[in-house]
Every structure is written in structure tokens, then in C-alpha cells.
């Protein structure tokens, strides 16, 4: 019995030097471990830098701003809300350029073309979308741009099938 009492007692006295030890958040290197070993544990783990186009450079660009800028003016000029060119605008506006590798003038028209076009002009608001949609923008204003290649045309109503040249 009295070893019982001793043994809850000397539990109880670890738990309260557990206690006062993380309270003080000092932590003692266990018996079996290098001290140096446990303050490697406690450093962050490292975290893969941003890559290379991800990265955010600290000088402000004219090309994104412009961008950017364009993009602003044309949606206010359709009659819409002044959108804010934030900071996910700009790297959009240079991931564009660096990582998908456009031109700005390409943008430029990608921007004039989508915000005449009465379908495109709904769905490009922001410059995220303007980069998501830009492949769908370009095929669509190649497409508009061809004419089919004019061939016999068939005219009337079913049994007035007459061809036109």
C-alpha cells in the first residue's frame, strides 16, 4: 500500500514538473537524446521556396500594370463596377506574359476583342479569367475572323430546293 502512495505520488510530482517545465517552454533534452539533435527538431520544417514564376518581384512592371490598367478601363467601359487591380491582378497580368509567354500586344487585343464581344465581355471581368480563358478568347476570335470558304447555296423550302451561285 505505501509503495502505491508512493509511486501515484511520484507520477503526480512528474506531471507537475511537465507542467511547470512547458508553461516556461523550456524543454529538457530527454536522457537518450543529443541536445543538438533536438534543436533541429525544433526549427520549421522547410518549405520549398516560391518557383521561379511564381515569385513576386519587387520592382513594380510597366507591362503588367499596363495590362492591367487596359483591362480596368475596358470593363469600366462597358458599363460595369471599376474592378481593383489587386495583387493576384498583377501576377496573373505577369504570369501571362513570363510563364505563358504572350506578348502584350496579344493580350492587349485578347482584351479589346473579348470586352466587344457580347458573350466574352460577361465572362472576362478579372484578370485571373482573362489568363484562364485566354486559349477559348483566341480560338474564338480566329474563328470569327474566317469566312467559309463560299460554296452552292440551297435556297427554298422543301421541294422549291433550287441552287444559288
Same mark, same amino acid.
Given at each position: 500500500?505505501?509503495?502505491?502512495?508512493?509511486?501515484?505520488?511520484?507520477?503526480?510530482?512528474?506531471?507537475?514538473?511537465?507542467?511547470?517545465?512547458?508553461?516556461?517552454?523550456?524543454?529538457?533534452?530527454?536522457?537518450?537524446?543529443?541536445?543538438?539533435?533536438?534543436?533541429?527538431?525544433?526549427?520549421? $520544417?522547410?518549405?520549398?521556396?516560391?518557383?521561379?514564376?511564381?515569385?513576386?518581384?519587387?520592382?513594380?512592371?510597366?507591362?503588367?500594370?499596363? *495590362?492591367?490598367?487596359?483591362?480596368?478601363?475596358?470593363?469600366?467601359?462597358?458599363?460595369?463596377?471599376?474592378?481593383?487591380?489587386?495583387?493576384?491582378?498583377?501576377?496573373?497580368?505577369?504570369?501571362? *506574359?513570363?510563364?505563358?509567354?504572350?506578348?502584350?500586344?496579344?493580350?492587349?487585343?485578347? *482584351?479589346?476583342?473579348?470586352?466587344?464581344?457580347?458573350?466574352?465581355? *460577361?465572362?472576362?471581368?478579372?484578370?485571373?479569367?482573362?489568363?484562364?480563358?485566354?486559349?477559348?478568347?483566341?480560338?474564338? $476570335?480566329?474563328?470569327?475572323?474566317?469566312?467559309? $470558304?463560299?460554296?452552292?447555296?440551297?435556297?427554298?423550302?422543301?421541294?422549291?430546293?433550287?441552287?444559288?451561285?
Amino acid at each position: 500500500m505505501a509503495d502505491m502512495r508512493a509511486s501515484k505520488k511520484a507520477r503526480s510530482e512528474n506531471v507537475r514538473a511537465n507542467i511547470e517545465r512547458s508553461s516556461q517552454n523550456v524543454r529538457s533534452p530527454r536522457p537518450d537524446q543529443n541536445p543538438k539533435e533536438e534543436q533541429m527538431h525544433d526549427l520549421p $520544417a522547410s518549405k520549398p521556396g516560391p518557383s521561379p514564376g511564381d515569385a513576386m518581384p519587387d520592382i513594380p512592371r510597366d507591362d503588367v500594370r499596363t *495590362i492591367c490598367e487596359h483591362l480596368a478601363d475596358r470593363i469600366e467601359g462597358n458599363g460595369s463596377k471599376r474592378p481593383v487591380i489587386t495583387q493576384g491582378w498583377l501576377r496573373e497580368a505577369r504570369l501571362l *506574359i513570363d510563364n505563358d509567354g504572350r506578348t502584350v500586344d496579344q493580350v492587349l487585343k485578347a *482584351i479589346d476583342w473579348s470586352q466587344s464581344d457580347s458573350f466574352w465581355r *460577361i465572362n472576362i471581368l478579372s484578370m485571373p479569367k482573362l489568363r484562364e480563358k485566354f486559349d477559348q478568347l483566341r480560338l474564338a $476570335a480566329q474563328k470569327e475572323n474566317v469566312t467559309p $470558304a463560299r460554296g452552292p447555296r440551297y435556297v427554298g423550302g422543301p421541294g422549291l430546293m433550287r441552287m444559288e451561285q
